[in-house]
């Protein structure tokens, strides 16, 4: 049963995970795409790339006839499922199963019991696993339920039997908000996973998330490797994980790895696997849930056992032995993964799309990206907004954590609002730092005023103003030689920078000296170094160094560590409005909500005049007229979304 060629079922940073594997172990792979992703990384890494259909995965990745037909056409003799998607459809399973193509997983029927809550529930009691208190029996009406609920007690997790990442899932408090929670759990439920089904549990409060990497090959051989702390979460959506757990010992640790290994036998499991649990405060754990697939934070795993677990799946998907005993598992060091989304912590983590302009990790000992995007690439609409997994290893937790920290400040991403910023400041966490975190770590460690938008600073305003200025004066005086950069036979001028409501004036006294005054602030900068993305600066005696990008005169992105911001120079803007009449098409310039629109059909506007301002890159973004002359019609309203280019209104002569 030897594999030879592997389609991947999947996109993104997992396709091109498990792509480098196949590639590292002589084999060929197969990508599949959407249209969306014509020109996406994992299809340029594949050996072989098939079309599937349009962006929506209901059209294209979902569909298991077209990704069986894909397989047979490419002469592919094995499916790679990756996470997500069609990982853990039973139906895919058999599918493949039927065409007499090796599936990269477990049988169909495993999948279909652990995808069902409610039965995996039932199974688990059985095999003597821990589980929460509650019920997951057959009768679904409210009447049932609601007296289940008296006999569970308050407060109650009402949960889809089928699916994950927190659809269908309420947290219930009292009696009297319970028949409300049901409605709104089934409606969630049936939307998103197709049943209604639901089960009661007893809500533990302030729980750690502690999951269990199990193992089995189909000679019967399981074993776990080890745990994985992913407490830190949004939405019941991971954000940070661990591994080891911060608080694990090694009796609590051979306890859940048993029972993780009880619920993997009780389905004669077969590759990877998790089980995932729910530990409190006195150390009792209960099983969640098992994920019949591999685990978005399984590197984290890989780093501390030093075991490459794609590289096991394909050996027991041909059928060799695991080779491996309980034994022979050993957690060395630390490490923690960060999941870099295209997401907006400061508007309730809500997933953000856009054009990457520009996009680089650091190079640093004991970091691993696992990143499916590039620059110049766009995130879409259609599909998770996870960027990339940066995750950090060393020899203790502290040293992991300060490197992720490190490696997360040095990371440039700019074009799409993202969550780095937010994963700085958990990591720096005190409660984190510690490993206290639970569960309830966000809730009781962010504040609305931490997620609100970030203000420019004079510093960080004086810093942008002198990158620009430097940026423009190369561009105009790449011909000047260096030491007369920046002289002049009169008296110094200043050259004005307006970012929002800070006016900032650069003065020039040499190539590499110079002044910013910001109001009553005046900050002394001395230049030490600047290539195309990157420049360093001494200011007022503090080393600082910025990285940016800059495809105009008038806009610039810039980072400052952990806070970045796309900045807008209006008198560049303006001078270059007032240079050439303009032609009153006007659109968004990136991705982002329209905070406010103030004109209407009818005014009359000069150049220059805010017309609006959008919200985007954590930042405020104002609308300027671009010509004198009348609105004749506004195509957007304050509040809506909008795409990059999207018109928002029109100015007539």
Not at 480 to 500: K, R, V
Not at 559 to 588: C, M, P, W, Y
Not at 626 to 633: L, N, P
Request: with cysteine.
């Amino acid at each position: 049963m030897s594999i030879h060629t592997i389609l991947i079922a999947n996109r993104g940073e997992i396709a091109c995970r498990i792509m480098r594997t196949v590639r590292d172990m002589g084999l060929r792979s197969v990508a599949v795409y959407s249209n969306a992703d014509r020109d996406a990384p994992h299809v340029k890494l594949a050996d072989q790339a098939v079309p599937i259909g349009p962006a929506p995965v209901g059209e294209s990745y979902l569909v298991i006839k077209k990704i069986i037909e894909a397989a047979k056409t490419s002469g592919a003799d094995a499916i790679h499922p990756g996470y997500g998607f069609l990982s853990e459809n039973a139906g895919f399973a058999k599918a493949c199963a039927d065409a007499g193509i090796i599936f990269i997983g477990p049988s169909p029927d495993a999948i279909a019991l652990m995808g069902d809550k409610a039965v995996a529930k039932r199974r688990m009691i059985t095999a003597g696993v821990p589980c929460v208190p509650g019920y997951q029996g057959e009768a679904q009406d409210d009447a049932r339920l609601i007296e289940e609920a008296k006999t569970i007690g308050f407060p109650l997790m009402v949960k889809a039997a089928a699916g994950g990442g927190g659809r269908g899932m309420r947290l219930v408090d009292e009696a009297r908000s319970l028949s409300v929670a049901l409605t709104e759990a089934r409606s969630e439920a049936l939307n998103a996973f197709g049943s209604d089904i639901l089960i009661l549990e007893r809500a533990i409060i302030k729980p750690r998330h502690v999951e269990i990497q199990i193992f089995g090959d189909s000679y019967g051989n399981i074993i776990h490797l080890g745990e994985r702390d992913c407490s830190v979460q949004r939405r019941h959506q991971k954000v940070i994980e661990e591994s080891p757990c911060p608080v694990m010992t090694e009796d609590l640790r051979n306890a859940m790895g048993d029972a993780a290994v009880k619920a993997a036998q009780s389905v004669d499991y077969v590759g990877a696997g998790t089980v995932e649990f729910m530990l409190d405060a006195e150390k009792n754990f209960y099983f969640l849930e098992m994920n019949t697939r591999l685990q978005v934070e399984h590197p984290v795993t890989e780093l501390v056992t030093g075991l490459n677990l794609v590289a096991l799946q394909l050996r027991v998907a041909q059928g060799e032995p695991l080779g491996l005993a309980q034994d022979d598992i050993w957690l060395c060091g630390h490490a923690i993964e960060a999941r870099l989304y295209a997401e907006d912590p400061t508007h309730d983590f809500l997933p953000a799309t856009g054009d990457i302009a520009r996009l680089s990790f650091p190079e640093m000992e004991g970091l691993r990206v696992d990143s499916g995007v590039v620059s110049g690439g766009t995130v879409s609409p259609f599909y998770d907004p996870m960027l990339a997994k940066l995750i950090a290893s060393g020899p203790d937790r502290e040293t992991a954590r300060r490197s992720l920290i490190r490696a997360l400040e040095e990371t440039v991403i700019f074009g799409v609002v993202t969550n780095r910023q937010f994963l700085i400041e958990t990591l720096q966490r005190d409660d984190f730092a510690s490993g206290q975190a639970t569960t309830a770590f966000i809730a009781e460690n962010f504040s609305e005023d931490d997620l609100a938008p970030i203000e420019l600073t004079h510093r960080e305003a004086a810093l942008a103003a002198l990158v620009q200025h430097i940026i423009n004066r190369e561009t105009h005086a790449a011909n000047i030689p260096h030491q007369l950069l920046g002289w002049s036979s009169a008296t110094s001028l200043a050259t004005p920078y307006i970012y929002e409501d800070l006016c900032v004036d650069i003065t020039s006294h040499s190539a590499d000296e110079f002044t910013a005054q910001v109001g009553e602030q005046v900050f002394q900068l001395h230049l030490i170094e600047s290539d195309n993305n990157r420049i360093i600066v001494n200011c007022d005696g503090k080393g600082e160094t910025l990285r940016f990008a800059s495809n105009s005169s008038a806009q610039i992105h810039i980072s400052f560590g952990a806070r970045q911001f796309h900045l807008t120079n209006k008198v560049a803007l303006a001078s270059k409005a007032a240079d050439a009449i303009g032609e009153g098409d006007i659109r968004a310039t990136m991705h982002g909500v329209l905070a406010d629109i103030f004109v209407t059909t009818g005014d009359a506007v000069k150049t220059g005049d805010r017309l609006g301002v959008l919200e985007a890159m954590k930042m405020r973004h104002d609308i300027l007229a671009d010509r004198d002359g009348t609105v004749e019609e506004v195509f957007a309203k304050a509040g809506m979304q909008i795409a990059a280019n999207s018109p928002i209104l029109k100015i007539e002569n």
